[in-house]
């Protein structure tokens, strides 16, 4: 009889187990990567970011010579030249571009041969030409304009194989992953010059995602214009966020490997230390009999290996001993996991007095220019 | 001695409480003006930009409340190229009458300055063009004043909507003591006849969700323009290849909620650049937002509970029928 009983048990909870994994996409239970988007978070302790100094702009292309490059030669990067004195810089500023003694034998600039020098009677001439035996005369070759374009390359740390949005203006440009060691590198080309607003926001492994970076810069026009020194800050998640004096719990979350992550809670504010792992990973487990009964929060920021110093995480608030208070409304307002043009949308129609209280993100009443500040601190794109 | 320590503490005191009285510096937001000249005769057009100064913090949304002198100015034109706004909530609004001017805007995930490198100006919140009038009947110098009203607003990127403090500039104007000898110059016109090249590439989504229009279909859309700026934009819907183009906005309500029609969008932009994007509605099955009826969701777990009570039935029966296929001791 208990061999039936556990039988039909058994079959029961496999297909039980078969349906809830075919139903969870639409009821979203597994873990979802933006369940922050869909929580409420304690306004009290979140401020605004700054652009930390390590993030640089050079042009290539301009005819100045950035930190970072190694030539620039203006509107003539990627022109061939006929001898090695003369050499001009690449398209990326980071070598030279083709010329006569670079060892290459470029035919389509009519070389014969490339002995990586302009000496002659060394069987190949200066001009790079063949000597001896009724070698051809000069040059002669057809000038090929190198292919210009307006370019933006974004370089910077995020986390290790992190999946990386990159914004244009609100809009989703394009997406990327990191490397093992938290580098990335994004390319955007084909772009008008103008005045463009980049956004970055990147998931680490557990699904945790980052603050958005923004930054605004000038594009000119068949120039590349390289973004340097982007350091996202650590991602960041409690383990409890209710709980009694004297509990511990865990802070915890990822940045870029070996990287030293420094945990401020407020208030008052302490400050503790912790070394990420090597794959980047950090927790710290906090004693929360440090602390007194009340609301408090909890934010991280990382030095890199290299001396690169982030900008604070996003700010996660808990509490000992009572609720929290003053949580601000999911900016999510359409439940999609994003918040972007449809979001918008949905808060312009509702401006005023709001038809559908899911555009009031503050719960004042009104749908009005705070909503809409909060609605962009959000963005997802 | 005592004189001494005397004279000392006093130094010190003197010292602690000017240091308390001294001004502390407290970070703020500036809006301000600029223009290329500050001198116009009558007829000539001109460009003021509209900037801001975030003072190293990172701001998302701002709301430009301005009052010109309108006996003196006429408003021509307004435009969005080159605005670090990305989102802008309506179009600005322009009153000759009362001389205001005032627009929304919002940049998505902030905007906190320049960055150092940076090749050119990235703080421009947009542009009104301006023409100098005629002069007064005693032709006496005139002075034109551009002023942001104590109304604006600048909101911090904090995820709270936290107003930042602000302090703003105005700007002053001249019209010129003398008859006019040359033809007005028109910055503007200028600028316009050298944009050639069309707005932005955009995308446009057909969506349906029960938060806008009582949950019928409405497209959404959003551009910008880098030279001279945004105009409008223009949607069309035909079923028969015609076009009937009508001014529009997004999000916008559609007319054939049955998604038959073929679907246009004109981005233009203030030189008159046009880009269109077109659109196949797909059927609406596809646009539901995803969400799935809670009734497809119970008959599903029926269906799996049923196929669970059979499976255990047909075991059970075939259970039976072994055990009595075992003879009896």
């Known amino acids: 009889m208990s061999k039936k009983c556990n039988l039909k048990v058994k079959i029961f909870l496999i297909l039980l187990f078969v349906g809830i994994i075919l139903i969870s996409p639409f009821f979203n239970l597994k873990k979802d990567n933006t369940d922050f988007l869909k929580n409420g978070i304690s306004a009290e302790f979140i401020e605004a970011g700054f652009i930390p100094t390590s993030v640089i702009i050079t042009v290539c292309g301009n005819g100045v010579l950035d930190t970072g490059e190694i030539c620039d030669d203006g509107s003539n990067n990627g022109d061939y030249s006929y001898s090695t004195e003369d050499k001009f810089c690449n398209t990326s500023c980071d070598g030279w571009a083709s010329y006569c003694g670079d060892g290459t034998v470029q035919s389509d600039y009519g070389e014969e041969c490339d002995d990586g020098n302009n000496a002659s009677g060394d069987g190949c001439s200066a001009s790079c030409q063949e000597e001896g035996g009724g070698g051809g005369g000069g040059g002669g070759g057809v000038f090929i304009p190198p292919a210009v374009s307006t370019k933006v390359i974004i370089k910077g740390k995020a986390y290790p194989l992190s999946s990386i949005t990159l914004l244009q203006d609100g809009k989703v440009a394009t997406t990327i992953t990191a490397d093992s060691q938290a580098n990335f590198t994004a390319e955007i080309t084909d772009l008008t010059s103008g005045i463009y607003t980049f956004s970055i926001w990147a998931l680490d492994k557990q699904g945790r995602r980052s603050i958005t970076f923004s930054f605004t810069t000038n594009v000119a026009k068949d120039m590349t214009t390289t973004v340097n020194g982007i350091f996202l800050p650590p991602t960041i998640e409690l383990s409890k966020t209710s709980l009694q004096r004297g509990e511990i719990f865990n802070i915890l979350g990822q940045s870029v490997p070996e990287s030293d992550i420094s945990i401020s809670i407020n208030s008052p504010e302490i400050i503790k230390n912790v070394q990420a792992e090597t794959d980047g990973t950090w927790f710290y487990a906090f004693d929360t009999a440090l602390l007194e009964e009340g609301s408090h929060a909890a934010r991280a920021k990382a030095t890199s290996p290299e001396g690169l110093l982030s900008t604070f995480s996003q700010t996660l608030a808990f509490n000992i001993g009572k609720e929290i208070v003053g949580v601000i409304k999911k900016a999510d307002t359409n439940k999609d996991g994003r918040i972007n043009l449809v979001d918008f949308s949905i808060l312009l129609y509702n401006w005023g007095v709001p038809k559908n209280s899911s555009a009031d993100l503050n719960s004042d009443g009104q749908v009005n220019l705070v909503d809409f500040s909060i609605m962009l601190y959000w963005w997802t794109g | ?329």
Do not use: C, H
Request: glycine content about 8%; charged content about 25%; aromatic content about 12%.
């Open chain 2, 1 to 329: 001695m005592e004189n001494y320590d005397s004279k000392f503490k006093n130094i010190i005191l003197f010292l602690i409480i000017g240091f308390a009285l001294l001004p502390t510096t407290t970070f703020a937001a500036v809006l301000y003006l600029e223009s290329d000249g500050g001198e116009y005769q009558p007829g000539d057009v001109f460009i003021v930009e509209m900037k801001i100064d975030n003072e190293n913090e990172y701001i998302n949304t701002v709301e430009a409340n301005l009052s010109f002198s309108q006996d003196i100015l006429q408003v021509v034109d307004f435009s969005k190229g080159s605005s670090i706004l990305a989102l802008w909530v309506g179009e600005p609004e322009i009153n000759q009458e009362s001389g205001l001017i005032s627009f929304v805007g919002g940049i998505p995930g902030g905007y906190g300055g320049k960055i150092s490198g940076d090749p050119g100006v990235s703080n421009l919140l947009g542009k009104v063009v301006f023409k100098m009038k005629g002069f007064t009947e005693d032709n006496s110098l005139q002075i034109g004043r551009v002023d942001f009203l104590e109304s604006s607003q600048v909101l911090l990127n904090d995820g709270k909507g936290t107003l930042a403090k602000l302090t703003a500039k105005g700007i002053i104007f001249e019209i010129a003591q003398f008859e006019p000898t040359q033809i007005p110059k028109n910055e503007w016109q200028e600028q316009l006849s050298k944009d050639k090249i069309p707005p932005e590439p955009f995308v446009v989504e057909v969506r349906k969700n029960e938060a806008l229009f009582e949950g019928r279909y409405f497209l959404i859309f959003s551009t910008t323009d880098k030279q001279t700026g945004l105009d409008y934009f223009e949607v069309s819907e035909s079923r028969e290849g015609e076009e009937n183009w009508k001014r529009g906005e997004s999000p916008y309500l559609l007319e054939d909620q049955d998604l038959e029609s073929v679907i246009k969008v004109k981005a233009i932009d203030e030189a008159g650049n046009e880009r269109v994007v077109e659109i196949t509605p797909p059927k609406p099955s596809v646009i539901e937002e995803k969400k799935i009826s809670s009734w497809w969701i119970l008959i599903l777990i029926i269906l799996i509970i049923s196929v669970a009570f059979w499976i255990f039935k047909k075991f059970k029966k075939g259970k039976k029928k072994y055990f009595y296929k075992t003879p009896l001791s």
